[in-house]
Structure formats: structure tokens, C-alpha cells
């Protein structure tokens, strides 16, 4: 796909009408809001091939798994993010001509999608069977500010045709997943209501109960006179419309303005849902789509104004960060504790749920450094909201006493995904779980939280960790068996290195955090002591013993910690030595040849390395990357990011710019060929990290931030925001300087290259470089 | 369900009609000929809990697998065998009431499968709701001489009715798999005929086209008279009857005689199919039902005569070894080499498909040493026959130059099962199949068979395990990495020593017989290696590097062989430390747990010391038993009857006793709570096995047929029969002696207790011990 769209610094352009990349674009051009996205769909028929999506956040259905051999402990159920009533419809009749670009030709075409405002535009001519040749314009957003609210201008001017013209606004429930596993439908309409001008569809979903309420009304335009052409009645189950003909000449003009609003069970008690939602849309209709519109746009303004990253000099850098920033502040805005980041965000059906680790691994930091503290805590609280469930989870196999294991996917705490080597084995999600209480205390000072709420995850974390070690008489060391790390091209191994490592380090932490807590507040520390029926004794001396005897395999006479043991017993051979037609390996290998291959999906050695950087001395850190880096085939969009990030630091600034570059415009240009099923949003946290982190070599060490940054040769500056502990800043690097922009009302100690400097409440600094 | 069936030498006998118990008693009380099979349903109508089963042999569908996350390389499908036409129905209307067992009370119930004969016998008395109360007699049997031909008397006696009573024999093929992926139907009607006194049903099965023609006639008798009721045609879509009515008193009786016959694709070309089926269904009809049965009688006369094992002393062993012989003679008869023994018979649906490693490692022996030679050699030429496909099937997961990795189920030769850890990493299934070459050919001297069908088998054999051994930079040794072995509570492990054993001792013995075969025709082998493309000193070379340099895992010090790498980091505890609530595992603990316990499904390492217990001296393989045994929970059905031999083989014999009895009376016992799906086929012959190279101590080595017996205390006397080399002879063996009879014309030179005996042509030979 790679150069197909057009390189634009704020917009994502595409010239031409391709059927062949419908679903890609469709992805790429989504919109949404954090509570609601929107594929993009086109609003009139469409009958080539195209998955429609409109997700609505938190609404998810249990599908009643596929599974070849049932294994004991397997949840009930997958659930899936659940595609909801489609209320962008706006049905087009020319004549007796349906407008369906699959059937016209289509003699112009061009979508905009303009990241700065938040919009998506479209224009294109088309000639219909009978040969009517019309212009049409679009644009549509779904707001910032009233985020249940959808708007749309459906401009449509004739070029050759007199007749009648009708439009058929519609909204529609009768909807599947693409994704169902038994092609069921799950949704169930609870009432619908259709008037002249507005019609309102309340669908329920099987099995969960969400309701969901949607409502359209809809004003029409000829030039720039409102009028009110005939309107038919549309209402039939799970579908109401309104249908609305008016006669056209060549030359003139009739815009259609349709609003929607969308207000679920998240948001409204199910009695007034129906009032509420129509009450919303009436509103929001009488604003005005100028006015909507326009504060929409203000909305994107201050939230770029936060977020932006600049990139001068590579167009194609700029217009791919920006892109990925786009798509993470539409999946996820943080005012609802409940809600979480699909990986695929409202961008497509694949993976199910909402919650992976990815979430505190790749794209907690984003968030954390970007938008207000209480997005990052909101994203902490949904976890800690999930902590019983966690505990739950660890029952059902087999823990006890308080032990949690965090799900490997969720949307509700509970687990349902189940494959046995993920659900049962990659365990290590307990320790991003972990990693992210320690980077969110670091980064915001908010103590607080620790004895709130975060001591108690901890606790709960290093209980699973204490049951879950096996002391090996024949090592003599505590080992951990049959686990799989984020490597996800091994399975079931013993030793993990990663695992390993973070079970170890949450156990220490979490030993230093009740030290601490008893010193700050013994009274609140005691009362959590007695909610957990903690025995202090007995329990922190099983942990610091576990942590005194912790196995690590590593290999003899070197600094390389061992993914795993047996690692060493495979075929020592490289990346670059596979024949390029047989990459990428999930594609052209069989599972069994992968597993038992040494080639590497992510490093998860060189990610625990990443965690704690400041533990490892340099030589260490080299060496694990000069050992894993090539042997790792970056299969997963989790992956080159961090390696960047650590090519960065070991100073070699080509490689870290390769590797990034393979993550940058993952979606933009297509490089898995998978786009046509979603978007990889948390990867594109990832992209934000390897400039931050990598280039911009920020750190946090004893509490101070940090920067050792360096600039990829083929940039000639790039700039970020971040902020750390009330903090605001700019960092503007560039070959001879690095620009700091302090806009807080606070005076902030910083370290540029080991140098300490004070960054003066709203001023600058420039350090030469 | 211990003690629910009562203890009888021939017959397994219920008394009393158990609905709950019904689907476990429709699978014991199966019956069929090795071409079809039939579960103990109910002629007339039964609307409770029930799984009617028809089954025809080679007759399966590729269901569309139910995947929870596709892996490169999986098969697309998951054969199963086909629920086929129901050619049993008789439904029976007394007045307006319809004769359903769920719907009446029933006041006497008694079923009774008659081993000696091959018959199903049933009688009962039933009031129905109306009050009319009827005594039923029903006998069926599936005929072991003309094997397409079933027949059931179905006798009604009034006890207090007058009235008219209906009969209608019927034939439906609108069947579905209880096991369907989707709730798909598998069959397509082709066509149908039907008549007053006959009917015929032509099915054809989706995807895979198999036709299937079924035909039923049937006669009314009155007391003993032939009559010709009014009958009325019923005829429908998969359906097709009579519906006769007639008169019935107090005190009379009718007989209605029903014949089937089943034909399908694999006995006649689909436009003979129907003519056939007619013909071969109305020849039945007139030699009569008396007829009929006295020669199938006669057959199973003949079949117990050669395979029977008597146990003195011991009725409830008496009748589960004969139950187990029963069902293994009704699932496989060996005529037809496109045919295999599924795991479940033709009891049930479950597992699917109708080979596995079973075949060659547990029923093989079976056959081989009770049945004509034929019956052995046609199940190696079935695997002859599946060559390419295991070719193809190695080549999917990227093998290549000949290499052949047979499938793990199959019904055509194509893998279709799809968990990795089993589809992919379950290889030493190609060990089981090149054992069953030496087992075969050092029971029957048929050394033709290794030149003209085995050694090509081998050679395909021993290039894969080329291929898939992989050299340790790190031990300097070949290693086998990624693999499930026989234990499957471990999946994905390395150096699995009954694997590495397995491959290393199939290369030997191909090189072996690659010498041998230039021995004996230097010309036929020179063919081969040409047809094969056989580069004779590159590959026997690098077969004898592998040979010479494989790692075997084991415990230092001792003479234990390590299951895999890393078993010593388990916990060491032990089955007995285990809580029995906690029992059996699989149905308690999470496949994780399971996972990473210490302990065992099967005891592969037992396994291969089982194979080839010649090549180890006697502390070795008592270490490992001691090691291994207690570890093991026996939660394969495959599992004791090893261990049994091997406790023998030790001398220690209240321990292969209590082995013994953990799967003697496996399904008629229902010890696991799974009969209700069908039965352990496969594993019966593992009990035959307990016996005859258990406590008879039966061995070959050096091409000699040698025995050292021994006999549970709890038995008087117990014998066998055994086929060897041409040769038929009757074991007995008792406290003082163990009897031989020679049934065959020729001397045979055996031995017993490492004593040499010559066993002459037609005599006995008795050995005092």
C-alpha cells in the first residue's frame, strides 16, 4: 500500500476510488471519540465488499467460544466489542437509480481525513446505470465535546440530471458482527419510535443487557434554503428511516443535515434512555452543525495543543506520528474508569475485548505523558476495579488467599479468551499490571495512590507470585514453569526470563511499598493489613526469601540473560539468514516449526530491559541487544518499538531509526497487510515511545526527568509535550539545540545529559548541543 | 455404575429400566460387524434423554473446526464419523397411544447383549398412558456373515388390551451428528422408493459424496401365522415406512420381522446401489430370520473359538475381558484395508475420525495374535496406502524430500485435528508405525511385506526424523525440540525421551532393514531406491551420524530415563500425595496446573521400555518403573494396561493385578463417568494385552515365541489363544501347570521360563510349574 495515500503534514488524503482498498480505508479513515467510533463507511449504499462497524465504547457481548478441545478452566465465553446500530444510513435515490458506488462510475473520488480538526471529508462525481451524473460532498465528525453526538452534511448537486431525487436517512439495528463465531445476531430492539424528521431505534444486546438508544433528526437544504420536501415514514423491526423526495435540476444543490446521538447503559438509566437521547439529539440539532462543528474543532485544537508531536523535515515521519496520535486520543480519553484501549480501538471487530497488557505496557505512557493525570489514574482504577475478579480468575486455577491474575483479555475483569498457553500461561501481565502502579507514581508523585489503592493490587500480584514459584531441588532456586511470555512464539517454557524478572521485581516492590506506606500512614497501612487478613511475618519472609533465591538463566560467560532455558539447544541461526520469502514466519511456517525455531516475535528479555533500564549497566544492555535484536523477527506490532528505544540508548542512532521506521506508518502503509481488520492502536503508542524514549532519550531516575536526546540524520528537528508531576513542556530538539518550553506555573529541575538545569515556571530553555 | 449389570460369563444383563443411565447403556450395548454398528437405541419411539447412533464404516463428513485462534498449518477440517440412516425404527401405536418407554410405565424392563452369539435381546411390559399394558420382545443383530444385513424380531403381546395396534417400520435419514461443529446436517437425500412391505433410502453425505443406500423389508406374524395387514405408504423427505395396523386381543401376539441392509459407496457403484441393496436386502429376507441367526451364531462361534480367554474363578473378569474381546471383534474385521478402529467403535461420536496411534500401539496386537494374518497386514497396508498423504502432510509443515509425518487422526489419510500441541508436536505416532512393521513381521515371518510395502514406509519415516532432529551446539548431541509425546499433561517440551528413542530406533532399524533387504533381493531394493530417489551413503550416513550422537535426557547417577528435559525442576510429590477429591485431574485442575505438574497421563518413558523390553536388563527397567509409576494418574484409558505388563514382567504381581483392574472393566464399570459418549475401544485390547503379555509373560525374541506366566491370586485358572507364525495355540494356565495345545499342523519350538519346548502339530504339552 506503501505511498498510496498522499503525504500531508494534517490529513490523510486519498485520490481515487479503490474497491480493492475499501475495508484498508475504511479503517484508516475512522473516526471516534472515546465513547463512540466509526468506520469509514460510506453513508449511502455501498453493495462491494466492505465491513461496516459503528462500536460503542463498553458495549461488548459474550460469544460463546470456538474451542476444538475443551480444556478445564477455559472461560464460558469471548467477548466481543459489539458493532451497534449503524446511524451514519443516509439511502440516495436518483431517479430510479440506487447511488452505490459499486455499481456507478465512479469518475472522481477523494477522502480527506483532516486529523487536526477531527473530520472526515469526501467528494466524488458518479454516473449512475442510467447514466445521471451527480457531485457529492461530505463531510462528518463525531464530537469531542458531546460525545454521544454524530453529525453529518450529505451534499449532493446535480451535473446532468432533472428528476426526482430522494433521500432516505435511515437508522439501522439489524447488524452482526463480522466476528460472531456462530453468525448470531446480538442485538434485540427494545422499542423504536419514527416521526417525520426523527426516529430513535432502543436495542438491547443479548445475554449482557446493555442498552443502547440511538436517535436521528435530519434538516434538508436546496442552495442555502431550508425546506421540507414530502417525508415517508420508514418502521420496520429493528430498522426506521424517514424517506424524503424532492426534484433537482442540473446545477442545483440540496445538502442534508443528519445528527444522531447515541446514549447506552454506561451513561443513562434504562427508563429515560429514549427522553435523555432525544432531549441530547434535539439540542444539538438546534446548535447547529456550523456551531457543533466548529467547537469540535476547538476541542481537537486544545488537545493537539497537549499532545502534538512535530517532525520538520520527513513529511511522511510527521504525517505518521500524527496519525497515531489521532487514533489513540479517539480511542481513549480517560473521563470513564470503566472504560479501557482495544487494541483495535473502534476501528474494527478483531481481538475481541478491550483490555490486553498492552494497555499498561505501550500505551499507559502515552497517556501518562500527554493528557491529564486522571486519565492515566482512571486507567490505573480500572484495574484495581477489576482486582476481585483478578482474584476470581486465579481461583478458577487453582490459587487461593487473596492471589490475583489479572485476565489476558477482558472487558468486564473476567477472563475470556482461551487459548490454554495464553490465558493460563502468559502470566506475565500481572507484572505490566505492577509496572504501571511504579510509572505512574513516578511520573505524577501522586503517593496517594499506593496506600488508596495500589498497595492492595500489589499485594495481591505478589501473592499469585508466591504461589505460583516452585522451588527446584535439583537448581536449588525457585523456578516458574510452563509459562508464556510476550514472546508469543514460544510457549509454554520454563524460566522465562521475563517472567522470571518481573515476578521477582514486583515482589521487591511491593516489599519497599509496605515499608514505605508503614512509615507515611502505619493506621491506613493497618487497616489494608487487616482487609487482606495480610500476616505480615509470614508472608513478606516467604517473598524476600523467594527473592533472595530467584533463578535466572542467563548464558555462562556472557551478560545475556536467557529467554529461556533450552533456549540454547536451538538452531543458532539469525533473521538475516531467512530466505525474505518465507517472512513474515506466521504467515508461511507452521505453529510447530515457529515454536521450535529460534526466531524471536518480541524480545522479552530486551522489554524487561527496557522496564528498568537504570538497573542494567551499559555492556549488559549491549549485549542482550546485540544477541536479541537479531534473532527477533518483529512479528509483533508490540515489538521494534522497544527495540528502537534501546538502540537509542546504546547511541546507535541508524538502527534505532530503522526500527522505528518499521512501526511508524504500520497502518499508513500497510506493512502486515491486516489494516483491512482494524488498526493496531496500542502499537501506535508504541511509535509515540521510540521518539520520546528513544530520540528523545526521556527518563525518569530518583525522581528527576531526564534527557539524552539525538536526532535521526534525515530530520532536522523534532519537538514533543510532556508532562511530569503538574508539569507542561515543550522539548523542541534540533541539530545544534534542544529548546525546552516550560508552560506550567511551576519551577521543574530537569537533566539534559547528566547536566542538571532549572526550567523556570512559563519559560524557556535552550541548551546548545 | 459398579454392580449395576449383572455378572454373567456371556451376557452383559440389565434388569430395570434406568433413564438416567440409558446413553451409558446404549453404548455398552452396541453391537455390529466391523462394517456397521448400532447403539442399543430403542426400536419403537423414545422421547427421553437419548443418543441414537447408526454407523457405517469409512463413512465420515470434514467438519468445518471450531478453532479458537487459527495456526498456520492447521487442517481445515474435522472428520467425523457420520450418525447414518436409522433402519431400526419400529413405532408402535396401541390405540392412540404411541409406545414410548419415557411416556409409559414400565413394568418389567431386562436388556441382555449375548456375547456367545452376537445378539441384543430386550423384554419388557409397559402400560401406556391410556392403561393398555403389552409385553415387547425384541432380538437384533447386526449379521457377521452377510455384513450389510440387520434384523430385528420385534414380538407385542397384549396383557389387557383389545384394539387395533400400528406398526411402522421405518427408514430415516434425517439424522444429525450430536457432535456437529455448527448443527449442520450431513447428508443430502438422493433418492427414496418405497412400497407396501419394503423401502429404500438413497443418501448421499455433503462435501465428502459417500453414498449410502439402505433398504428395509419386513413380515407380520400372529401367533405364528403370517398375515398381510392393511399397510399404508408413508413417504417423505429422508423418510420412508409402512404403516400397518391390525387387530389385537388379550393374550395374542404379533411378530414383526424387519430386514436392512446397508450399502454405500465403498461395496458397490452408486447406479448399482440401488438394484444391489434390493437384492442382497430380499435374499436376506427369504433364507429367513431363523436362518439368518444361526449362521451369524455360527460365525461368532468360529470368532470365539480363536480369540476367546477363559478366566477361572473370577466372573466379573471373566465377563469384562470376553466384553472386551466382543466389542473389539464387532469394530474391526479386517477385510477391507481402506477401514481402521476408531477410538469409540461404533459407539459413539466422540473424537472423531477413526485412526490414531491406537491402532498400531494398543489394537494391533490384538488382532495380529488372534485373527488371520490378513487382519494384521491389512491394517499396515492401510498406512502403506496413506504414504503420499503423509508425505503431504510433512511437506504442509515444511518437510520435504520424502519425509512422511503421519497424520494424528485421521479417516483418508489427511491430518484433521488441530490442537498444535497434539496435531504438530504428537510425532511419535510415526514410531508406533514403524514398530507395528517389526511387531508385524516378527509375529508372522512374513519378511516379503518389509520389501514390498515396509521398508518404503520406514525410509519415508527416517527422513523425517532427519529432518526434525536438530543438532545441539549447546550438548554437542541431536536434539528433538518442541514435541507432545505420549503423556499429553505435557505438551511442548524438549528431548521427550520416548520420542528421541522412538526416532532413534526407527533410523536403526531402517538401516538394518536396508542392509538386509540387499541381502535378500538386490534388485527389488535397487527399484525402490530409484522409485524413492534414495541417495544411499548421504542419507544412511547422516542416519548414522543422528544414531551415533543422540541425546538421551536421564537422571545422573540412576539408571531413570528423564521424561523430558527440566521434569526434575517439578515439584516432587507424588500421585499418592494427591487429595482423591482432587481426581481425576483433568476434570479438577486447570489445564495450566496440569501442565506444570509433576505428574503423568501415561508414563511415555514406561512406553518405550514396554516396546522394547528386551534391550534393557532388568534394575533398569525396575528403576523406572519405581520412579515413573507413582507418578502417574492414569488418566489416558491407555495407561495401566502397560504398567500392568510391566509389573508382571518385574514379578510383582498384586501390582499388575491392581493394575489389571484398572481397566478390565473400564466401560462396563463406567470408571470414568464417559461411557455414555461410546466406548474405549482401543483400550480394550490394552486389557488382552494386561493378560497375555502380563500374567502369560508372552514375548518374542530372536524370532522365538517364549512365555513366563504367572496367575493372579484371585484366579483359578485362566487361557488364552494365540496365532504365531502360521501357527494356533491354546494357552492354559493354572496353579500347578500351563497347558499348550497346538492347533495347527505344524511343530512349533518355544519357550517357557527360558526352558525350550517343542510344541508338535494337533498336541498339548503340559508343564508342570
Not at 445521471?132 to 465528525?141: A, D, E, G, L
Not at 504467515?587 to 524471536?600: A, E, G, M, T, V
Not at 524487561?608 to 541487544?625: K, L, P, V
Amino acid at each position: 500500500m506503501s505511498s498510496y495515500l498522499q503525504v500531508d503534514a494534517w490529513n490523510i488524503i486519498e485520490y481515487g476510488f479503490s474497491p480493492d482498498r475499501l475495508r484498508e480505508m475504511e479503517s484508516i479513515f475512522s473516526i471516534g471519540n472515546g465513547k463512540m467510533g466509526q468506520r469509514a463507511n460510506f453513508e449511502e449504499s455501498y453493495s462491494g465488499d466492505s465491513l461496516r462497524g459503528s462500536y460503542i465504547a463498553g458495549i461488548y457481548y459474550p460469544d460463546k467460544t470456538r474451542v476444538g478441545w475443551w480444556k478445564n478452566g477455559y472461560p464460558e465465553y469471548f467477548a466481543k466489542v459489539l458493532n451497534a446500530t449503524n446511524w451514519i444510513g443516509i439511502d440516495i435515490h436518483i431517479g430510479d437509480d440506487v447511488l452505490d458506488l459499486a455499481r456507478s462510475k465512479v469518475l472522481d473520488f477523494k477522502r480527506v481525513l483532516n486529523m487536526r480538526k477531527g473530520t472526515l471529508e469526501r467528494e466524488f462525481k458518479a454516473e449512475t446505470p442510467s447514466g445521471h451524473v451527480v457531485m457529492v460532498k461530505v463531510i462528518r465528525f463525531i464530537s469531542f465535546n458531546e460525545k454521544e453526538i454524530g453529525a453529518i452534511r450529505y451534499s449532493i448537486t446535480s451535473l446532468n440530471y432533472s428528476g426526482p431525487v430522494t433521500f432516505i436517512p435511515y437508522l439501522d439495528l439489524d447488524i452482526q458482527n463480522e466476528d460472531a463465531n456462530y453468525d448470531e445476531k446480538f442485538w434485540d430492539e427494545i422499542t423504536r419510535e419514527v416521526r417525520p424528521g426523527e426516529a430513535y431505534l432502543i436495542g438491547q444486546t443479548k445475554k449482557t443487557h446493555f442498552f443502547l438508544a440511538t436517535g436521528m433528526c435530519f434538516e434538508i437544504e436546496k442552495g442555502d434554503i431550508g425546506i421540507s420536501p414530502d417525508c415517508e415514514i420508514i418502521d420496520r423491526e429493528k430498522y426506521v428511516g424517514n424517506s424524503c423526495t424532492l426534484q433537482l435540476k442540473p446545477g442545483e444543490q440540496v445538502n442534508l443535515y443528519k445528527y444522531a446521538a447515541n446514549l447506552s447503559s454506561f451513561d443513562c438509566v434504562e427508563e429515560k434512555l429514549m427522553q435523555e437521547t432525544r432531549s441530547r439529539l434535539l439540542k444539538a440539532s438546534q446548535r447547529g452543525f456550523q456551531k457543533l462543528l466548529s467547537d469540535h474543532e476547538s476541542a481537537w485544537g486544545k488537545k493537539w495543543d497537549e499532545s502534538d508531536v512535530t517532525i520538520d523535515g520527513d513529511p511522511s515521519a510527521q504525517q505518521g506520528i500524527r496519525f497515531n496520535i489521532f487514533h489513540l486520543l479517539q480511542t481513549y480519553t480517560g473521563e470513564d474508569e470503566r472504560l479501557n484501549i482495544g487494541p483495535k480501538g473502534f476501528t474494527g471487530e478483531k481481538y475481541g475485548g478491550s483490555t490486553y497488557w498492552d494497555t499498561e505496557a505501550f500505551a499507559f505512557p502515552f497517556y501518562l505523558c500527554t493528557t491529564d493525570v486522571r486519565v492515566a489514574r482512571n486507567l490505573l482504577l480500572y484495574r484495581y476495579k477489576h482486582l476481585q475478579k483478578a482474584i476470581e480468575n486465579a481461583e478458577k486455577l487453582g490459587f487461593s488467599d487473596g492471589a490475583a491474575l489479572y485476565p489476558m483479555v477482558t472487558m468486564n475483569g473476567e477472563e475470556c479468551h482461551n487459548e490454554w498457553e495464553i490465558t493460563f500461561e502468559e502470566i506475565h501481565r500481572n507484572g505490566a499490571i505492577a509496572y504501571a502502579i511504579f510509572n505512574y507514581i513516578r511520573h505524577t508523585g501522586d503517593e496517594d495512590y499506593m496506600m488508596d489503592y495500589g498497595l492492595e493490587v500489589l499485594i495481591a500480584l505478589s501473592r499469585f507470585w508466591k504461589q505460583r514459584v516452585q522451588f527446584s531441588e535439583d537448581k536449588k532456586k525457585y523456578v516458574i514453569l510452563g509459562v508464556t511470555g510476550p514472546n508469543e512464539y514460544e510457549n509454554n517454557v520454563n524460566n522465562n526470563w521475563y517472567t522470571n524478572f518481573m515476578a521477582s521485581w514486583t515482589l521487591k516492590y511491593t516489599l519497599e511499598n509496605l515499608e514505605h506506606s508503614a512509615d507515611r500512614d502505619e493506621r491506613k497501612l493497618g487497616r489494608l493489613m487487616k482487609k487482606l487478613n495480610f500476616n505480615f511475618h509470614e508472608e513478606t519472609s516467604a517473598w524476600k526469601h523467594i527473592l533472595d533465591h530467584m533463578y535466572f538463566p542467563a548464558i555462562p560467560g556472557t551478560r545475556i540473560f536467557l529467554q529461556q532455558d533450552g533456549y540454547l539447544d536451538k538452531e543458532q541461526v539469525l533473521a538475516a539468514d531467512l530466505d525474505p520469502e518465507q517472512r513474515p514466519l506466521n504467515q508461511n511456517w507452521s505453529w510447530d516449526r515457529i515454536l521450535r525455531s529460534p526466531f524471536i516475535k518480541q524480545a522479552d528479555v530486551l522489554q524487561g530491559i527496557y522496564f528498568f533500564d537504570h538497573q542494567f549497566d551499559t555492556e549488559t544492555i549491549r549485549e542482550n541487544f546485540d544477541y536479541y535484536e537479531p534473532r527477533t523477527v518483529h512479528e509483533s506490532s508490540l515489538s521494534a518499538c522497544i527495540h528502537a528505544i534501546l538502540a537509542a540508548k546504546l547511541g546507535d542512532q541508524k538502527r534505532a531509526y530503522d526500527l522505528y521506521l518499521r512501526t511508524a506508518r504500520l497502518d499508513l502503509d500497510d506493512y502486515n497487510k491486516e489494516v483491512a481488520e482494524g488498526l493496531h492502536i496500542t502499537s501506535m503508542a508504541g511509535t509515540w515511545l521510540a521518539i520520546v524514549e528513544g530520540f528523545g532519550g526521556m527518563r525518569i531516575e530518583n525522581g528527576t526527568l531526564y534527557f539524552k536526546p539525538m536526532i535521526p540524520e534525515q530530520w532536522n528537528a523534532y519537538s514533543f509535550n510532556i508532562r511530569y508531576r503538574g508539569n507542561l513542556m515543550t522539548v523542541h530538539i534540533d541539530r545544534s539545540e534542544i529548546k525546552f518550553l516550560n508552560r506550567s506555573d511551576q519551577d521543574l529541575s530537569i537533566k539534559v545529559f547528566n547536566k542538571p538545569y532549572l526550567l523556570k515556571a512559563h519559560s524557556g530553555l535552550d541548551i546548545k548541543t
